[in-house]
């Protein structure tokens, strides 16, 4: 996934945010998820400026990076509004070769090439 701070493109964002919560206020019959719901940002990977992209979008968000690289392979941070949580995500280069060793197993490299 990719992510910039285009002026047009953050318009669109929203406003598709603002007409999704529209949409699902005006048809109560549309389920939502019972639990939390979050989107992601996926940062480049730590070793290669994620760990810098992860900070940023953290001091963005006025919280602060999860440091859980020993632990998962991961360094992020997120914002929660309610229920959806805003997230970026920088992984280490050791869970990305577990991410695509499982992938390739599943039949979905293709998904991380």
């Known amino acids: 996934m990719s992510f910039t701070s285009d002026p047009a493109t953050r318009q669109a964002f929203i406003t598709g945010l603002r007409d999704l919560a529209d949409y699902l206020d005006q048809h109560p019959l549309i389920p939502v998820p019972a639990n939390r719901t979050d989107i992601y940002l996926a940062a480049q990977p730590i070793d290669h400026g994620g760990r810098t992209q992860v900070d940023c979008f953290a001091w963005q968000l006025g919280v602060t990076?999860?440091?859980?690289?020993?632990?998962?392979?991961?360094?992020e941070t997120?914002?929660?509004?309610?229920?959806?949580?805003?997230?970026?995500?920088?992984?280490?280069?050791?869970r990305i070769t577990v991410y695509q060793a499982d992938a390739a197993l599943n039949g979905l490299l293709d998904t991380w090439t």
């Open 78 to 94: 997120a914002r929660f509004f309610g229920p959806v949580g805003y997230r970026m995500l920088a992984l280490s280069a050791a």
């Open 65 to 75: 990076a999860t440091d859980n690289r020993d632990l998962t392979g991961h360094y």
